[in-house]
Structures are given as C-alpha cells and as structure tokens.
C-alpha cells in the first residue's frame, strides 16, 4: 500500500500536447478515479504512470521511489504497477490460470496462490479456460486477478468497465471496489462515465485540458465545483445568472443564501449561480408536489414561501424576497423510475432557458402543464467576469 | 503446439537478433530503436549484395556489349513465353487457391481437416518433380499448355496459405454487418471477405509470378523456353555476358511484377481492431454444393499430388532396378542428410535475418524503416539463378577463394533468396503478437528477456515455425541455385534426381524424388497442422 503523486507531469506527441502539468496525489489504500472526456489524454497519463511511454516532464513517484523523473525512468517491470487494460489484454496463448500467475516467479505458479486469486474475482474453477472462452466481464476480472497477484503497489485501470453491460458492470463495480477494500490496494481507475467515478472512488480527479481541474471526494466535487464549467460536467445544473449581495444572491428564483464552506466565495456584484435540478422542488400549479401525488394540502407549500419570505427580511418584489415561486411550464418529462428528470421554461426570462428539476417518481406532467418551482440553498456563485 | 512451435521456433533466434528486440517491446515510440534499425540496416545490405555485384559485372561487360545482347529477337521471344506464362499460371492459382482456402476455412466442408493438410502438401513436391512426373508419363505434357497445368498445381498453394491464414484471423463480425447492411450473401463475401483476403491474396499472386520468373528444372523437363532456362544455359556454357545481359532484362520484369502488387495493393491496410480472443465465423453451410467442393478438392490433390507420386511409384517398378540397395542406398542417405542440413541451416538463418526487420516494421511506423523493409523485398525481383550466378561469378573473378564453392556460399545463397519468405511469416507472427500484451507482461514485473520468450515468441512461435518451414521446403525443393553453388562432391537430393534424370534414367531419379517428398512433406505437415489447429481453438 503506497501512496502515488504526481507533480507537472507532461506529455506531448509531436506537436500535440496531451498533458499539460498533470498533479495528483492518490492517497495510500485509497481507490481514485480519474474522469475526463474521451480523448482527454486518461489513457496517456495511466501508460505514463505504467512506464510504457516516456513523460515530457515532471515527477512521479511511488511511495518513497521516483519512478519517473529528471534523468530517471524506471522501466515498467520495476514499477510494481498492475495495470489492467480496456480490452482486459489476456494473453490468448494461456489459460486463465497461467495468465494469472504470468507476473509469480514459476514455483508459485501452479500453488494454490492462483486459484485462490481466481477465487478473489469469482472465478474459482476457472482456471483451466482459456481467455476466449471467457465473458468480457470474467476477461476483466481475469485481467484484475493478474494484475493483483503480483501484489502491486499501485493497480491502474483503464476504462475497466466500459465494455461490460449495464447490470454486469454495477456488479463487477461493487465486486472490484471490495476487492480493493479488502487488499488495501492503492488504486486508480480511468473512466469517462462520472456516474462510475462517484459511485466507486474515494476520490474523483475531473482531467480537463491536459491538467487535473480538481480532485476531491465525490460527495465534495458534486457539491463543490471550482468552476461553473465543471460544475456542469459532473451531474446536471442549472447554471443562472444573478447578482452576489452579503451571503445572499439573487435570482430568477428568489434570494438563496450562498455556501460559506464553497471555493471562494467571488465579491459582490454579477454572478453565476449553480443550482442542482434536486435543490429545485416542484409543484403542479395546483399546489401539489407530484413526488407525494398530492398529500400536502393546498396551503402548506403557500405558506412554506410566504414563512421564508418573512424571515428573508422586508419584501419588495417577490424576487428580492429569498426563495418564492416561480411560475413555469413543463417542457418534458423524464421518468427514471426512481425519479423524474423534468424540464421547465419559466415564465419569467431565467437567461439560461428551461430549468432542470429532479423529483421523485411521481405523477405525469405532460408538456405545457403549469407549475411553480421554488429552490432552496444554498448555492454557489462564481464571478461573472472570472 | 505453443510449446513445440517455441522451441521449433528458438534456433531461429540468433544471439544478434535477441538483443535489440526487446529494447523495441517496451519503449516508449519517441525511443529509436538504434540497434534494431542497425541490425536490419545490415540484413538489408547483405540481401543487396548480389545485386551489386550483378550490376559491377554488367559493368565490367561494358554498355555496348549488353545493348546487343539485350535487343535481339531471343528476348522477345523469352519475353513472350515468360509473360504469358506467368499471367495465366497467377490467374489460375489465385482462383484455385482463394477457393480452397475459402472451403476450408470458412464451410462446414466434410474433412477440412484432412484437406487442409492435403491442399497444402504439394508445396512439398518440387516443381521439376511435378513436371517430370505429368510429362515421363504423358508425353504431351509439354510447351505451354503442359507448363500451365504443371505450375499451377504446383504453386498454387503458396496462394492459398496466407489466404487461409487471413480469412481464419479475419474479423466474422465484418461480414456479418454487412449483410445486416443489407448486402446479400454474394455481394458481402466479394466486398467484405475477398476485401479481407485482398491482401493475401496478392501477396501470395506475388509469390506465384516470381516463382514462375525463376523457375527452371520444370521448364527444362517441359522444353518450355524462358529467361530463367536461358540464363541458365548461357551460365552453363560460359556465356557470362549473355546471362548478365538477360539476367538484367529478368530482375526489371520482376521489378515490374513487385511494383504492379505493389500498385494494387494500395494503401488499403487491413488491421484488426477487435480483441485477441476473437469469436469464430460460424461455417457456411455448404448443403447440396459440398458434393461438387469434395469432387474439386478430390481432383486436386489426384493432380496435384497422386499424378508425381504416382509416376515416380511407376518408374521405381518399371525399371525393376533394384534402386534401394547398395551403393545407390549410401547416396541417397547421403544426399538427403546434405539437403536437410543445407535446408535446416538456410531456414534458421533466414528467419533469424527476417526477425529484426519484421520486427521493426511491425512494431515501429514511420517511412525510413517501412522503406527499409520494403528494400529487403527487392530480393524478390532476384531470380534464384541470378543470385547463384551473381554470387558465383563475383566469388571466382574477385578472388573470394575460400567461398567460392563452399557450403557457406551455398547457405547464404539459399537464406537471400528466401528471405522475403521467412519475412512474411515472420510479418505475420509477429502481428499476432501486439505490443500491448508485451507492455502488461513487463508491467507483470517480467524483464525483457522473459517477455521475449513467454510472450512475443510464444505468440509469434507458431508463425515463426511456419517461416522456417516455409524455407525449409524451398531450399529442398530448390534446384537451380543448388546446381549452380553446389560443393564440389556434394549432391543434394535435388541435383542428384536431376543427374539421373538428365540421362533418362527414371528409375533411379524416382527415389530421390520421393525422398524429397518425403523430407519436405514432414515441414508440409507442420504447415497444415499448424493453420488446422489454429483454426480449431488456439
């Protein structure tokens, strides 16, 4: 279990500069994922942190070893990487068992190290198979046993998960990520899917033009965004505009307070403000909130507004008057099962066109039905000019 | 197979070699490969040997003197019988090799095992043998429509091995789009899989036409006058600056042979991007049309195989001499121990030559070391006779004493020739062996060395036998170069069945013809066995 940093690491091909001073510091037992576009350079900085190729610049190392440096390039025998490929990359020549303990010295090879490695993946008997007899998902699992056995001190994966079915990869997921746990192994993991990178690291580093723009525990990252761009690339926002008072901003949707605990906070003035689509709560015009197919009673959620616009201080227009409704039409509707995913045009222009409103399950709004929306903070701004 | 094909494969492996290939497995691709690309530098430069040396002889022959000779009626008429040759014997071995190799590879054929083998093992039956076999028999076998019909059944297998070999690694899932594309099965199996075997099938209508533009012995038994039979004569009777004069008119028209594949080939490079272990094309069901496919394969091999065999069963009878006995056995033994060393030796060596360059090709891009693999194929344009020739000449007049006429000559004489062979399999091999599985065996704590053998060799192994095999069977069935460059004393099966056969003593030829059958058969085997097998499950 060692600890992996990263520091300026760069990487070109021919003109083309793929990563442009990479730092990231994955802490040791920890499972990290990197998350970035397609052609965000991901599989560029795993090959580099394997040693297949050759960094422009910058630093790596492996707990108290460089392994990448000035003048220094250990080659990838030496790292004790595992590295686990997209397309799993079995040797099609071997069994399983023998594409398992190809990295063990050849006394262990055939001891019950291996079949208990196989165990470990679910794929205990086996061993006598060869690769093209396997699932992709059991290829992938293979593929993780072989990196593990030779007990590395970091494992890389590479999109582990991308050529698995959608059922089969939340178990091969939750499988894997047990397995980590359990070896303490210190991991880190390529995905362009943000729904894997929050559900199965510890901590998600957002790869944007060639740099990390942020690494930070899901929850965190999700909830605090360094900027309004990667506030739209992890989940869904509501990116509006508004004006920054003391800890109060006003928008569309009524004063919400602002997220002392965010990045900086910007000086007042013009902002935009990142509301998620759950922070919105929406009611058919009637009154009643889909999600409880009309529990509440008429007045409640009237009365819920009106409290809060009391205590936001003197009320002017209903605007300046923290959170109060606004009237809008249903654009489309989403349903998910779980929850519903519905688009809204106000009938006020917000600037930003519909807003996104997650609700659960519920009752159908069909397009164009009336509703009201009320948002509830707090939020983050950033500056409009930064 | 993996196992045997590995250490069949190792003696392939010189020392030199084993060096700079791993250093090109994990390098990043910004990384020169030095040692490599010097490695192949010199490889290329001892494949150009003879024809610097043929071209330093034209020299010495002077420009008036090869005008002459060069523009006179005998080189059209060659030209003629060369070209027409060629393009109808080429035309013929790539239908009937794509067909067989199709049957097999791709329907439900009943024995596809066995004729798998069966296509392939007259490959094992040297053209001259072939030749004497339809023409001792059937005296019309002659001129050219005898030379049609015995080159044809003899090469064509070098059509249908890399077609087979491409249409088995071939993605199914190609083909299968397509006709969910809407394209019927006709049109998907001409668009998509001859699409797939375009460059197998090339390649090895390439090897045709250059087999046909050295070929010798068959022309000779046939009376069918080419540039290879003249060359070779004026060589015999000391008429160097003829045979220089007509061996530069040969390698231009060769030239020209490696220049047109080269044309149509085009840029169109086939690679696979799905993973290595790939799903298998379910067979075509051939239904009611097996029966005509069993009757075709059935003709073949008769033609192919049981008409040389056959005759030379028949004239082993016929001149009831007893040919297995006495002094006749002690040479016999003896030439075949000498064809299988000279064989084995020329085959090692030519593989291990092809290694670095097909390496470098494989695994490294970029135009100078592409151009550099492609000279290597200039060799192609250099007809057996005229690298024996060249390499004899320029070893007697330039006071080369200790080699010329050594075994050594001979060796390197057959490992050149043969070494666009060896490179095509080696080419092959190593494709099978991507990069990426050599990366994640290093980063499996695997230095290079081991990589080497437990990966790339492991992967590669069984192609690299079938190179070796390849050249083994070449240099057995080989006659030209061998009458040229042999040892004096020595006599290898070939050119000991040529004596005999020279002064018509087909009783005593006939064991040797079957011996080397037999010698080159167990190669053939390998062959067979090796594509069937890979075919079934690797």
């Known amino acids: ?386 | 197979m993996t196992a045997a094909a590995g250490t069949l494969a190792s003696p392939a492996r010189p020392p030199g070699a084993a060096a700079p290939e791993p250093g090109a497995a994990g390098r990043g691709r910004a990384r020169r490969p030095a040692v490599l690309i010097a490695v192949s530098c010199l490889v290329a430069g001892a494949l150009a040997l003879p024809l610097v040396f043929l071209l330093i002889e034209a020299r010495g022959v002077g420009g008036s003197d090869l005008r002459r000779l060069v523009f006179r009626s005998l080189t059209g008429e060659l030209l003629w019988n060369t070209v027409r040759l060629t393009v109808v014997v080429t035309v013929l071995c790539a239908v009937i090799g794509t067909a067989a190799a199709w049957c097999v590879e791709r329907t439900d054929l009943p024995g596809r095992r066995v004729w798998a083998v069966l296509v392939v093992v007259p490959l094992a039956i040297p053209d001259f043998v072939v030749s004497f076999g339809w023409n001792s028999l059937w005296t019309w076998v002659q001129g050219f429509r005898g030379a049609v019909l015995v080159m044809t059944l003899a090469v064509y297998p070098l059509v249908y091995l890399p077609v087979a070999a491409s249409l088995r690694s071939a993605d199914p899932g190609q083909e299968e789009v397509a006709r969910s594309l809407g394209t019927g099965r006709v049109r998907a199996f001409v668009r998509i899989t001859l699409g797939q075997a375009r460059g197998a099938i090339l390649g090895g209508c390439l090897l045709v036409a250059l087999v046909l533009l050295a070929e010798y012995g068959a022309f000779e038994i046939l009376g069918y006058q080419t540039f290879t039979t003249e060359i070779f004569t004026e060589f015999d009777n000391f008429g160097f600056a003829a045979a220089c004069a007509l061996a530069l008119v040969l390698v231009l028209l060769s030239l020209l042979v490696l220049t047109g594949e080269g044309l149509l080939r085009g840029k169109g490079r086939v690679s696979r991007s799905g993973p290595l272990a790939q799903r298998k094309a379910p067979p075509l069901r051939l239904g009611r049309a097996r029966w005509p496919a069993l009757a075709g394969f059935a003709a073949l091999a008769l033609l192919a195989l049981g008409v040389p065999v056959w005759a030379c069963i028949y004239w082993m009878i016929q001149s009831r001499a007893p040919a297995i006995a006495g002094g006749a056995n002690v040479s016999l033994l003896d030439a075949a121990g000498h064809t299988a060393l000279y064989g084995a030796t020329a085959a090692a060596l030519a593989t291990a030559m092809a290694f670095p360059v097909a390496l470098l090709a494989v695994r490294h891009g970029g135009r100078a070391r592409r151009f550099l693999e492609r000279s290597t194929y200039l060799v192609l344009a250099m007809p057996g006779v005229v690298i024996a020739f060249a390499l004899a000449y320029f070893t007697e007049v330039y006071g080369l004493r200790f080699l010329s006429g050594s075994t050594a000559l001979l060796i390197a004489c057959y490992a050149i020739m043969f070494f666009p062979l060896a490179l095509v399999g080696v080419k092959a091999s190593l494709a099978r062996a991507p990069v990426r599985l050599d990366e994640i065996a290093r980063s499996l704590g695997q230095r290079r060395l081991a990589v080497l053998c437990r990966v790339t060799l492991r992967l590669a192994g069984p192609g690299l036998v079938a190179a070796f095999c390849l050249v083994f069977l070449s240099v057995v069935t080989e006659l030209t170069a061998t009458l040229v460059l042999i040892p004096t004393g020595a006599q290898t099966l070939a050119t000991q069945f040529w004596a005999y056969e020279w002064s018509l003593s087909y009783g005593q030829a006939a064991p040797f013809a079957l011996v080397m059958i037999a010698v080159a058969a167990l190669p053939s085997y390998v062959l067979g066995r090796f594509f069937d097998r890979s075919a079934q499950a690797q």
């Open chain 1, 1 to 386: 279990m060692r600890q992996l940093a990263i520091t300026g690491l760069c990487k070109a091909f021919g003109a083309h500069p793929v990563l442009t001073g990479v730092d990231l510091t994955v802490p040791a037992g920890s499972l990290t994922a990197i998350l970035g576009p397609s052609g965000s350079g991901k599989t560029t900085l795993l090959r580099l942190l394997a040693g297949f190729e050759r960094a422009d610049a910058g630093m790596v190392t492996i707990g108290d070893t460089v392994v990448d440096g000035p003048g220094v390039h250990l080659p990838p025998e030496r790292r004790r990487i595992g590295y686990v490929p997209q397309e799993g990359s079995l040797f099609p020549h071997l069994s399983v068992a023998a594409n398992v303990g190809f990295g063990l010295p050849a006394r262990q090879r055939r001891g019950g190290a291996v079949a208990q490695l196989l165990e470990s993946v679910g794929l205990g008997g086996l061993g006598k198979r060869y690769p093209h007899q396997l699932s992709g998902g059991q290829q992938q699992r293979v593929a993780l046993a072989r990196a593990l056995a030779i007990r590395p001190a970091v494992v890389l994966l590479d999109e582990p998960f991308a050529s698995l079915d959608a059922h089969l990869r939340a178990s091969v997921r939750a499988d894997v990520q047990q397995i980590f746990r359990q070896a303490g192994t210190t991991a880190v993991l390529v995905t362009h899917d943000q729904d894997e990178a929050l559900s199965t690291a510890d901590r998600v580093a957002v790869l944007r033009d060639g740099k990390i723009a942020q690494c930070a525990a899901p929850q965190d990252l999700y909830a605090r965004p360094v900027d309004a761009e990667l506030a739209s690339f992890i989940g869904d926002a509501n990116l509006l505009t508004g004006v920054l008072g003391a800890g109060v901003v006003q928008t569309i949707l009524g004063s919400l307070p602002v997220d002392p605990g965010g990045t900086a906070v910007p000086p007042p003035g013009p902002v935009t403000v990142l509301i998620r689509p759950e922070q919105v709560e929406l009611r058919a015009a009637d009154g009643s909130r889909p999600a409880d197919g009309g529990g509440n009673a008429d007045g409640s959620g009237r009365a819920d507004g009106a409290g809060q616009a009391d205590g936001g201080g003197r009320a002017g227009p209903a605007a300046a008057a923290g959170p109060c409704c606004l009237a809008g039409r249903v654009v489309s509707y989403g349903y998910h099962g779980h929850d519903a995913v519905v688009y809204v045009q106000p009938e006020r222009d917000s600037g930003g066109g519909a807003i996104i409103v997650r609700t659960l399950g519920g009752r159908d709004l069909p397009p164009g039905s009336p509703v009201t929306l009320q948002a509830h903070g707090p939020v983050l701004a950033w500056s409009r000019d930064g």
